[in-house]
């Protein structure tokens, strides 16, 4: 075999594997040290039509409106997997971390064809928290009265996330560019409206009754590819510097068949 032949091979196989992955030659050369089951954040808006912080604000929109509690659907109050389907639509799928924090497994079958978005770790601040007092001068909670007081809540906040504890692998392969507070994985949500159900995720800060509000999340997320049919692992964790709070949760799952 000539040396021509072998390169037109080599040339060939990495564009089937590109290709398989879901993605084309020149996003994959984009940043060679990245997890290729990733979509970068610049990539995302082209992608997936939202960006990062967009696709936040939907998160916690999607996620406070699901009822919250013992036997009820919301499945931040489960540490397993539980409810992972609940209200999923378009084609980005929502996974979610236990309200509670902590080491957690999460078994959940995602429908071929998906893009999957996971909070690593993050925070939100809204109006509907306000009765407990304007974070930081009260040491309750969260609550803001407008777009710029519920952003800088946000970021506040946001900002005692330990940068060194971020960390997320897809199928055992690190997710570079997470250790930093300018990481682009890093992002603040725009000014969003939600309505809550009677029983809700507030709940977990001593509110309760349906409502609505409006709130900025800041954190770091993570949009992965959709993935090939069969068992896949997805691991994220990070913690707070103060709180004694943080995620360390473990996704096992499966992508359905087309």
Known sequence: MNSDTRCWRLIFALVTIATLLGFSGREALADSSQNPYI????????????????????????????????????????????????????????????????????????????????????????????????????????GCNDEAEC???????????????????VDGIPVTGLQSSSSPFRTQSPFFQFSVPTNNFFATEGLSGAGSGMSVSDGYWLMVRPLIPGQHSIHVEAAFTRFKFGENVTYKITVSQP
């Open 151 to 169: 952003s800088a809540c946000a970021k506040t906040l946001a900002d005692l996330i330990n940068t060194g504890s971020v960390n997320a692998s």
């Open 39 to 142: 979509v970068l954040p610049d990539q995302a808006a082209s992608m997936t039509g939202q960006n990062y912080g967009e696709w936040s604000g939907l998160w916690w929109k999607w996620m406070l409106g699901i009822p919250f509690g013992q036997n009820l659907p919301n499945p931040t109050f489960y540490s397993d997997g539980t409810h992972c389907n609940t209200n999923q639509s378009g084609t980005v799928w929502f996974l979610t971390e236990p309200a509670s924090g902590g080491m957690a497994t999460e078994q959940c079958t995602v429908p071929y064809g998906q893009y999957i978005f996971i909070p690593i770790l993050n925070a939100e601040c809204s109006t509907y928290e306000l009765p407990l007092g304007v974070y930081p001068s009260s040491r309750f909670g969260p």
